[in-house]
C-alpha cells in the first residue's frame, strides 16, 4: 500500500506531529510505504511529491509549519483539476490519501471522495471551526500565543493610559478571541458572530477608564459593527474566494480614539499566531489524529474524517465535517460579556 499525504490551507503549529505519526506507524505497524505531496492540492495536481519515510520525520515533532509545504491552490477551479489528480495518483503508484487541512481543504477531499479518490482527512486550523470535532489542533498553541500577548499589553496600556485594541485571527469564528480573551482577563471581546454596536463598545471603554483602568480589546480579524459591512485593507481574494482579512483593528481604534478623545492602538497578532513550535495539548492531539488516520486508511475506510469527541478521537463522514462551519453559540458569548467595561 503505498499512501499520499498532503497539507493544505492556512498552515497551523502540529501538522508535523500529525505527519510523523501517521508515517511512523504507517511504516513499522502496516508496512505502508509513503509518498509527500507538496503544497497542498498543487502537489496531486501538479505531481510535486518528496520523498516521505522514517528518515524524513524524525525531529520534526516540536517544529512549527509543515515539511510539505502548503498553498491554497482549489483543483476544482481548475479545468480537468480532478481529472488530473486521478491521473497523478494512478502513475504515481498512490493507493489512498491523507488530507491535512481546515474547510477549504476538505471541502476538495470531500468532493474528490465522491468522485472516486480514496481520502481520508485530518482537520486543522488555529481558528476551530470545523463541525464534527470538538477542537482541532493549532487552536490550543494559538490561543496561548494571544492570550501571552494580551497579558503584556495590560501592563503597557495601564502605564499610558491608553486603550489597546487587540486583533487576532478568526475568519468566521471568534474562537480565537473569546478563549485568549477569556484567559488573559480582555475587557471586550468582538467577534464575527457578533456584530457589535459601537455605541455600546464607547460606553464600556469609558466606563474602564472611570473605574481606573485601561480597557484591553480583543477583536477577531472578521468582526463587523453592526451598522456597516466587513472592514478590510484590501478586495483580493483567495482560490476559494475568501477576501483577505486585516483592518478591523485600526478601524476600531481610531473610532475610539475619535469618540473619547483617548489615545488608542492596535496590535495584529497575525501570523505570529500560526507559527512556532505547537503546546502540549496539539502536539498530543495532532499525534493522536495521525495515528488514527492511518488506521483508517488501514480499514479501507474512506471520505471520513478523524475528529475529537470528548477524550475519544472517532471517525464521522467527510460530509459531515465540512457542511458548516462551528461558530460561537450565543450562550458562550453570554458567559463572557459578564467581563465587558
Ligand atoms: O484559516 C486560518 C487562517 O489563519 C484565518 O484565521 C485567516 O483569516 C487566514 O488563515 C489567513 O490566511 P493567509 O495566511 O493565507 O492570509
Known sequence: MRVGVLTGGGDCPGLNAVIRAVVRKGVTEYGYD??????????????????????????????GGTILGSSRTNPMKIEGGVDRIKANL????????????????????????DRGVPVVGV??????????????????????????????????????????????????A????????????????????????????IGWVESRFESHYSPIIVVSEGALPKDGGLITKDQTLDAFGHVRLTGIGDWLASAIEARTGKEARTSVLGH???????????????TRFGLQAIDAIHDREYGVMVALRGTDIVRVSLIEATGVLKTVPQARYDEVRTFFG
Open 34 to 63: 509513503f509518498l509527500g505531496f507538496r503544497d497542498g492540492w498543487k502537489g496531486p495536481l501538479e505531481g510535486l511529491t518528496s520523498e516521505l519515510g522514517i528518515p524524513e520525520v524524525r525531529g520534526i515533532l516540536p517544529r
Open 90 to 113: 494512478a502513475a504515481l503508484g498512490v493507493d489512498a490519501l491523507i488530507a491535512i487541512g481546515g474547510e477549504d481543504t476538505l471541502g476538495v477531499a470531500t468532493q474528490l471522495h
Open 123 to 172: 482537520p486543522k486550523t488555529i481558528d476551530n471551526d470545523l463541525s464534527a470535532t470538538d477542537y482541532t489542533f493549532g487552536f490550543d498553541t494559538a490561543v496561548n500565543i494571544a492570550s501571552e500577548a494580551i497579558d503584556r499589553l495590560h501592563t503597557t496600556a495601564e502605564s499610558h493610559h491608553r486603550v489597546l485594541v487587540v486583533e487576532v485571527m478568526g475568519r468566521h
Open 174 to 201: 471568534g474562537w480565537i478571541a473569546l478563549h485568549a480573551g477569556l484567559s488573559a482577563g480582555a475587557n471586550i471581546i468582538l467577534i464575527p458572530e457578533q456584530p457589535f454596536d459601537l455605541d455600546e463598545v
Open 272 to 286: 505570529i499566531q500560526r507559527g512556532g513550535t505547537p503546546t502540549a495539548f496539539d502536539r498530543v492531539l495532532a
